[in-house]
């Protein structure tokens, strides 16, 4: 059995771009495939958790040799992406598992009248994955908490070459390379001990300040905390909304506040306030407020038609 095992993995990395246009077609194609199994959610988001997963073992399989080939090389390249201890790739396989399924297990309990409890305990599991990274990490900022999407196999001259030709180092990259130093050499001992590996090749994260890993904590509990005051007062009431909001703007605040910080981690609080977009769309905002001027705005002759539709 592990030999065709690792006969797969080495097909999978040989022929990584064909394998993914064949996941690109399994999903279009099961998506547009007409009236699937009855119109069964539950069946339905089954099938295509099972694609996800599928396609998330693939990008296991494609991120392990990368990390790999990281580690064999000699030159390093400040741009390039670096090692993760295996504890972290352990947690990042399993949050990148639930995010594949946890549409299908939301549906799956809802038919048995279990949705938010399900939802509830699923958002628990998740935080507590993520407590156990940011106290593996000494309270530093989470990023790369899922697995990278698919990236193409290169070998270890071409990726020198694409490093030298399209990645020139300047001073700026050396500062933000050199910040996780403020640390002290505790800090990067600590994470050179992680991997056994060279400094240069390890993704060594800003050393912390109390606010900024106050901050994380705050981000990682804001979900759970969102879901059960969503079950205690429901979808309608303002209170989990606003709760939910004021957790996020203060999380954000404290993690800025923190003026040494690496590439990955500013990418990582960008991404996060754009995430904020979706307030919009969150109930009782999106019914109460975007509904409401979207009504006051269509002309009556189309409300009318819409009705007798």
């Known amino acids: 059995l592990s030999g065709l095992i690792r006969a797969y993995e080495q097909f999978i990395l040989q022929n990584s771009q064909n394998v993914g246009y064949i996941e690109t077609l399994l999903q279009m194609g099961y998506n547009l495939t007409p009236a699937r199994f009855g ?55 399993l949050l990148s598992s639930m995010s594949a399924t946890e549409v299908f297990v939301e549906i799956y309990y809802r038919e048995k009248n279990k949705r938010w409890r399900a939802i509830l305990f699923f958002e628990m599991f998740r935080a507590f994955i993520r407590l156990i990274m940011l106290y593996k990490s000494g309270g530093a900022m989470l990023v790369r908490q899922r697995v990278p999407a698919k990236d193409t196999v290169t070998t270890h001259e071409e990726e020198d070459m694409s490093n030298m030709v399209l990645h020139r180092e300047t001073m700026m990259d050396w500062v933000r390379q050199s910040s996780p130093d403020a640390g002290g ?123 007798s539709l």
């Open 185 to 307: 050499k505790s800090w990067t001992s600590y994470w050179i001990s992680q991997l056994n590996a060279p400094r240069q090749a390890i993704y060594i994260p800003s050393f912390p300040t109390a606010q900024r890993t106050l901050g994380e904590i705050l981000y990682i509990l804001r979900p759970v905390i969102y879901v059960y005051f969503l079950m205690k007062f429901g979808r309608k009431a303002w209170i989990p909304w606003i709760i939910s909001l004021v957790i996020d703007l203060l999380s954000n605040k404290l993690s800025k506040g923190q003026k040494k910080t690496n590439t990955d981690e500013a990418e990582e609080l960008t991404r996060r306030k754009l995430l904020w977009i979706f307030y919009l769309i969150r109930p009782p905002f999106f019914e109460k407020i975007i509904c409401a001027i979207s009504k006051q705005l269509t002309p009556n002759c189309i409300q009318k038609r819409t009705k």
């Open 39 to 93: 119109n069964g959610e539950v069946t339905t988001e089954g099938v295509y958790s099972a694609i996800s997963l599928l396609t998330l073992y693939h990008d296991i399989i494609l991120w392990k040799h990368k990390q790999k080939l990281i580690k064999e090389q000699t030159s390093f390249s400040a741009h390039q992406k670096k090692l993760l201890p295996r504890w972290w790739q352990l947690c990042a396989i």
